[in-house]
Protein backbone atom coordinates (compact mmCIF):
# COMPACT_ATOMS: atom_id res chain seq x y z
CA UNK A 1 0.00 0.00 0.00
CA UNK A 2 0.89 3.84 -0.32
CA UNK A 3 -0.05 7.47 0.27
CA UNK A 4 -3.87 7.73 0.04
CA UNK A 5 -5.21 9.39 -2.89
CA UNK A 6 -6.67 12.25 -1.02
CA UNK A 7 -3.61 12.87 0.58
CA UNK A 8 -1.07 12.80 -2.17
CA UNK A 9 -1.76 16.91 -3.98
CA UNK A 10 -0.87 17.72 -0.37
CA UNK A 11 2.48 15.11 -0.55
CA UNK A 12 3.29 16.19 -4.02
CA UNK A 13 2.72 20.22 -2.91
CA UNK A 14 5.42 20.00 -0.32
CA UNK A 15 7.64 17.71 -2.18
CA UNK A 16 7.80 20.71 -4.92
CA UNK A 17 7.94 23.64 -2.28
CA UNK A 18 10.65 22.10 -0.13
CA UNK A 19 12.73 20.66 -3.16
CA UNK A 20 12.50 24.07 -4.56
CA UNK A 21 13.60 25.76 -1.12
CA UNK A 22 16.38 22.98 -1.33
CA UNK A 23 17.56 24.23 -5.01
CA UNK A 24 17.77 28.03 -3.78
CA UNK A 25 20.07 27.93 -0.51
CA UNK A 26 22.21 25.30 -1.47
CA UNK A 27 24.45 27.62 -3.21
CA UNK A 28 23.95 30.56 -0.98
CA UNK A 29 27.28 31.85 0.33
CA UNK A 30 27.40 32.72 4.70
CA UNK A 31 26.38 35.98 4.68
CA UNK A 32 23.57 35.05 2.18
CA UNK A 33 21.46 32.87 5.29
CA UNK A 34 21.28 36.02 7.61
CA UNK A 35 19.27 37.79 4.90
CA UNK A 36 15.98 39.48 6.27
CA UNK A 37 12.62 37.95 5.14
CA UNK A 38 9.26 39.29 4.73
CA UNK A 39 8.31 36.23 7.49
CA UNK A 40 8.13 39.06 11.13
CA UNK A 41 11.77 38.33 12.68
CA UNK A 42 13.05 35.97 10.30
CA UNK A 43 15.94 35.60 8.40
CA UNK A 44 16.84 32.91 5.43
CA UNK A 45 18.49 30.72 7.91
CA UNK A 46 15.52 31.00 10.20
CA UNK A 47 12.82 30.19 7.61
CA UNK A 48 14.46 27.16 6.69
CA UNK A 49 14.99 26.09 10.46
CA UNK A 50 11.37 26.01 10.54
CA UNK A 51 11.03 23.95 7.48
CA UNK A 52 13.31 21.69 9.21
CA UNK A 53 11.82 21.40 12.27
CA UNK A 54 7.97 21.64 11.04
CA UNK A 55 9.17 18.44 8.60
CA UNK A 56 11.03 16.95 11.70
CA UNK A 57 8.06 16.75 13.98
CA UNK A 58 6.17 15.81 10.83
CA UNK A 59 8.39 12.63 11.48
CA UNK A 60 7.95 12.38 14.77
CA UNK A 61 11.44 13.43 16.03
CA UNK A 62 11.29 14.35 19.62
CA UNK A 63 11.52 18.58 20.13
CA UNK A 64 14.03 19.77 21.09
CA UNK A 65 14.97 21.33 24.60
CA UNK A 66 15.75 24.34 24.32
CA UNK A 67 15.10 27.44 26.72
CA UNK A 68 14.29 30.90 24.19
CA UNK A 69 16.12 34.42 24.88
CA UNK A 70 14.55 36.85 26.13
CA UNK A 71 15.12 39.59 23.27
CA UNK A 72 13.26 37.74 20.76
CA UNK A 73 10.70 40.87 20.39
CA UNK A 74 9.01 39.34 17.83
CA UNK A 75 7.83 36.62 19.54
CA UNK A 76 4.62 37.25 21.79
CA UNK A 77 2.33 34.35 22.21
CA UNK A 78 2.52 30.42 23.04
CA UNK A 79 1.82 29.42 19.15
CA UNK A 80 5.23 31.64 18.55
CA UNK A 81 7.05 30.68 20.97
CA UNK A 82 5.94 27.26 20.42
CA UNK A 83 7.45 27.34 16.40
CA UNK A 84 10.82 29.84 17.54
CA UNK A 85 12.06 26.79 19.32
CA UNK A 86 13.14 24.62 16.23
CA UNK A 87 13.77 27.87 14.83
CA UNK A 88 16.77 29.37 17.86
CA UNK A 89 18.12 25.66 17.73
CA UNK A 90 19.64 26.36 14.61
CA UNK A 91 20.52 30.10 14.85
CA UNK A 92 24.34 29.25 15.18
CA UNK A 93 24.15 26.80 12.61
CA UNK A 94 26.45 27.01 9.14
CA UNK A 95 25.36 26.88 5.53
CA UNK A 96 26.87 23.42 5.23
CA UNK A 97 24.85 22.36 8.39
CA UNK A 98 21.42 23.61 7.20
CA UNK A 99 21.99 22.36 3.64
CA UNK A 100 22.99 19.07 4.82
CA UNK A 101 20.25 18.78 7.41
CA UNK A 102 17.63 20.07 5.33
CA UNK A 103 18.20 17.68 2.65
CA UNK A 104 18.47 14.65 4.82
CA UNK A 105 15.15 15.51 6.58
CA UNK A 106 13.85 15.67 3.03
CA UNK A 107 15.16 12.01 2.17
CA UNK A 108 13.46 10.77 5.30
CA UNK A 109 9.84 12.35 4.84
CA UNK A 110 10.09 11.24 1.02
CA UNK A 111 10.25 7.65 2.42
CA UNK A 112 7.77 8.30 5.38
CA UNK A 113 5.31 9.48 3.15
CA UNK A 114 5.36 6.23 0.54
CA UNK A 115 4.88 4.21 3.41
CA UNK A 116 2.40 5.98 4.98
CA UNK A 117 -0.89 3.82 4.88
CA UNK A 118 -3.01 5.94 7.02
CA UNK A 119 -6.22 7.13 6.86
CA UNK A 120 -7.20 11.04 5.66
CA UNK A 121 -9.57 11.17 8.66
CA UNK A 122 -7.29 10.04 11.11
CA UNK A 123 -6.10 11.98 14.75
CA UNK A 124 -2.90 13.56 14.69
CA UNK A 125 -1.06 15.45 16.97
CA UNK A 126 -0.24 19.27 16.04
CA UNK A 127 1.11 22.39 17.66
CA UNK A 128 0.73 22.77 21.27
CA UNK A 129 -0.80 19.37 21.53
CA UNK A 130 -3.66 20.35 19.43
CA UNK A 131 -5.10 17.56 17.91
CA UNK A 132 -6.18 17.20 13.69
CA UNK A 133 -7.03 14.86 11.11
CA UNK A 134 -4.30 14.04 8.51
CA UNK A 135 -5.79 15.67 6.16
CA UNK A 136 -5.90 18.43 7.42
CA UNK A 137 -2.19 18.10 8.84
CA UNK A 138 -0.46 17.27 5.38
CA UNK A 139 -2.71 20.46 4.30
CA UNK A 140 -1.55 22.75 6.27
CA UNK A 141 1.84 21.81 6.33
CA UNK A 142 1.85 22.12 2.25
CA UNK A 143 0.37 25.66 2.47
CA UNK A 144 3.36 26.77 5.13
CA UNK A 145 6.12 25.30 3.33
CA UNK A 146 5.28 27.20 0.07
CA UNK A 147 4.55 30.40 1.87
CA UNK A 148 7.89 29.78 3.02
CA UNK A 149 9.13 28.94 0.06
CA UNK A 150 8.09 32.27 -1.40
CA UNK A 151 9.53 34.57 1.72
CA UNK A 152 13.18 33.03 0.57
CA UNK A 153 12.14 33.67 -2.94
CA UNK A 154 11.61 37.58 -1.87
CA UNK A 155 14.52 37.68 0.56
CA UNK A 156 16.48 36.33 -1.91
CA UNK A 157 15.48 37.88 -5.36
CA UNK A 158 14.34 34.77 -7.20
CA UNK A 159 10.64 35.25 -7.69
CA UNK A 160 8.74 32.03 -9.01
CA UNK A 161 6.38 29.42 -8.64
CA UNK A 162 3.11 31.57 -8.06
CA UNK A 163 1.17 28.84 -10.05
CA UNK A 164 2.94 25.79 -8.52
CA UNK A 165 1.18 22.79 -6.47
CA UNK A 166 1.73 24.33 -3.32
CA UNK A 167 0.12 27.92 -4.87
CA UNK A 168 -3.11 25.95 -5.20
CA UNK A 169 -2.84 24.26 -1.79
CA UNK A 170 -2.56 27.92 -0.09
CA UNK A 171 -5.13 29.37 -2.75
CA UNK A 172 -7.29 26.61 -1.15
CA UNK A 173 -6.51 27.39 2.92
CA UNK A 174 -6.65 30.97 2.65
CA UNK A 175 -10.33 30.99 1.05
CA UNK A 176 -11.32 28.87 3.93
CA UNK A 177 -10.72 32.06 5.84
CA UNK A 178 -12.43 34.72 4.11
CA UNK A 179 -15.88 34.17 5.32
CA UNK A 180 -14.34 34.66 8.97
CA UNK A 181 -12.87 37.50 7.70
CA UNK A 182 -15.68 39.00 6.21
CA UNK A 183 -18.62 38.31 8.24
CA UNK A 184 -16.89 37.86 12.16
CA UNK A 185 -13.67 40.46 11.94
CA UNK A 186 -14.62 42.92 9.27
CA UNK A 187 -18.48 42.72 10.52
CA UNK A 188 -19.88 43.07 7.71
CA UNK A 189 -23.66 44.19 7.69
CA UNK A 190 -26.11 41.05 7.60
CA UNK A 191 -27.45 40.10 3.99
CA UNK A 192 -24.69 41.45 2.04
CA UNK A 193 -21.93 40.48 0.08
CA UNK A 194 -18.27 40.97 -0.56
CA UNK A 195 -16.49 40.29 -3.79
CA UNK A 196 -13.10 39.26 -4.00
CA UNK A 197 -11.61 39.42 -7.75
CA UNK A 198 -7.49 37.52 -7.72
CA UNK A 199 -5.93 37.95 -11.11
CA UNK A 200 -2.53 36.57 -11.84
CA UNK A 201 -0.71 33.26 -11.74
CA UNK A 202 -3.48 32.05 -9.62
CA UNK A 203 -6.95 33.52 -10.54
CA UNK A 204 -10.49 33.32 -9.23
CA UNK A 205 -13.78 34.79 -8.19
CA UNK A 206 -15.45 34.71 -5.10
CA UNK A 207 -18.01 36.03 -2.97
CA UNK A 208 -18.57 36.30 0.56
CA UNK A 209 -22.44 36.34 1.51
CA UNK A 210 -23.45 37.29 4.88
CA UNK A 211 -26.83 35.86 5.74
CA UNK A 212 -29.71 37.40 8.32
CA UNK A 213 -27.71 35.36 11.25
CA UNK A 214 -24.69 37.09 10.62
CA UNK A 215 -22.77 34.31 9.05
CA UNK A 216 -20.51 34.30 6.32
CA UNK A 217 -20.22 31.65 3.07
CA UNK A 218 -18.09 31.29 0.42
CA UNK A 219 -19.48 31.14 -3.06
CA UNK A 220 -18.44 30.87 -6.59
CA UNK A 221 -21.09 33.01 -8.28
CA UNK A 222 -20.95 36.62 -8.60
CA UNK A 223 -23.06 39.22 -6.80
CA UNK A 224 -25.27 41.96 -7.91
CA UNK A 225 -24.53 45.21 -6.07
CA UNK A 226 -21.98 43.95 -3.63
CA UNK A 227 -21.39 46.05 -0.39
CA UNK A 228 -17.64 45.79 -0.88
CA UNK A 229 -15.81 44.89 -4.25
CA UNK A 230 -11.81 44.06 -4.00
CA UNK A 231 -9.35 43.44 -6.86
CA UNK A 232 -5.70 42.38 -6.65
CA UNK A 233 -2.97 39.79 -8.03
CA UNK A 234 -2.32 36.85 -6.37
CA UNK A 235 1.15 37.82 -5.00
CA UNK A 236 -0.59 40.68 -3.06
CA UNK A 237 -3.44 38.58 -1.99
CA UNK A 238 -0.87 35.93 -0.33
CA UNK A 239 1.38 38.57 0.78
CA UNK A 240 -1.76 40.15 2.70
CA UNK A 241 -3.32 37.18 3.97
CA UNK A 242 -0.01 35.63 5.38
CA UNK A 243 0.87 38.99 7.52
CA UNK A 244 3.79 39.79 5.21
CA UNK A 245 2.67 43.32 4.27
CA UNK A 246 0.45 45.77 5.59
CA UNK A 247 -2.60 46.79 3.54
CA UNK A 248 -1.01 51.05 3.41
CA UNK A 249 2.26 49.15 1.53
CA UNK A 250 -0.05 47.85 -0.76
CA UNK A 251 -2.81 49.84 -1.80
CA UNK A 252 -1.73 50.87 -5.14
CA UNK A 253 -2.04 47.50 -5.57
CA UNK A 254 -5.58 46.83 -4.46
CA UNK A 255 -8.38 48.47 -6.36
CA UNK A 256 -11.66 48.99 -3.62
CA UNK A 257 -15.28 49.87 -4.78
CA UNK A 258 -17.99 49.81 -2.57
CA UNK A 259 -18.75 51.02 1.30
CA UNK A 260 -14.88 52.27 2.40
CA UNK A 261 -15.28 51.74 5.48
CA UNK A 262 -16.04 48.18 5.00
CA UNK A 263 -12.85 47.49 2.74
CA UNK A 264 -10.88 49.43 4.71
CA UNK A 265 -12.03 46.69 7.50
CA UNK A 266 -11.49 43.89 5.68
CA UNK A 267 -7.99 44.49 4.75
CA UNK A 268 -7.36 45.44 8.48
CA UNK A 269 -8.06 41.69 9.34
CA UNK A 270 -7.14 40.34 6.13
CA UNK A 271 -3.82 38.26 7.25
CA UNK A 272 -4.89 34.94 8.72
CA UNK A 273 -1.72 33.39 9.76
CA UNK A 274 0.07 33.92 12.93
Same mark, same amino acid.
Given at each position: ????? !???? &??????? =?? #???????????? *? %????????????????? +???????????? %?????????????? $??????? &?? #??? $????????????? +???? &????????????? !?????? !??? @?????? /???? #?????? *????????? %??????????? /?????????? %???????????????????????????????????????????? @? !? /??? =???? @???? +?????? #?? &?????????????????????????????? /????????
Amino acid at each position: MSLHP !TLQP &YADAWNH =SV #EAISELVQPLVE *A %DWNRRTPCPGWSVRDVV +SHVIGLDCEMLG %DPRPIHALPRDLFH $VTDDHQR &YM #EIQ $VDVRRHHTAPEMT +SELE &YTIIRRNRQLRND !TREPGR !TVR @GPLGSE /LTLE #ESMRRH *AFDVWVHEQ %DLRAALGRPGN /LDSPGAHVAR %DVLLAELPRVVAEDAQAPRSSAVVIDVHGPVEFLRTVRVDIQGR @G !T /LET =SPAL @GPAV +SLALDW #ET &YVRLACGRVTPDAVSDRVKTDGDPDLAAAI /LRHFAVTR
